[in-house]
Nanobody, 125 residues
Framework: VQLQASGGGLVQAGDSLRLSCAAS??????????MAWFRQAPGKEREFVAG????????HYADSVKGRFTISQDNAENRMYLKMNSLKPEDTAVYYC?????????????????WGQGTQVTVSS
């Protein structure tokens, strides 16, 4: 599985962005896979942002983005999205999409085995 993230950019606080993650190659042939968005700011560890599993039936979010970000997927297109509203300067980071074939429900980066290259999101105040 190859993942390609896109959609990042430079925006002002309060603006919105939608990130996209395209999956190609041999995609998972089961409904136990999970996909997620992580982010990493300079000097900080990579952190979980939002995840989706059970073919889109289950989603969960980090507390810091709950109510502002929405994760979704298009199964027919093998794409995952992250709609980010009310962006804040502290949302500035490189955003990565990730996937795992058999999810345990964990949101730890080490439990995701496929990663995209990252897309930069910068929010100015």
């Amino acid at each position: 599985v190859q993942l390609q993230a896109s959609g990042g950019g430079l925006v002002q606080a309060g603006d919105s962005l939608r990130l996209s993650c395209a999956a190609s190659g041999r995609f998972f042939n089961n409904n136990r896979y999970a996909m997620a968005w992580f982010r990493q700011a300079p000097g900080k560890e990579r952190e979980f942002v939002a995840g989706i599993r059970w073919s889109g039936k289950s989603t969960h979010y980090a507390d810091s983005v709950k109510g502002r970000f929405t994760i979704s997927q298009d199964n027919a297109e093998n794409r995952m999205y992250l709609k980010m509203n009310s962006l804040k300067p502290e949302d500035t980071a490189v955003y990565y999409c990730a996937a795992t074939e058999y999810s345990s429900g964990s949101s730890a980066p080490t439990d995701f085995h496929f990663w995209g290259q990252g897309t930069q999101v910068t929010v100015s105040s």
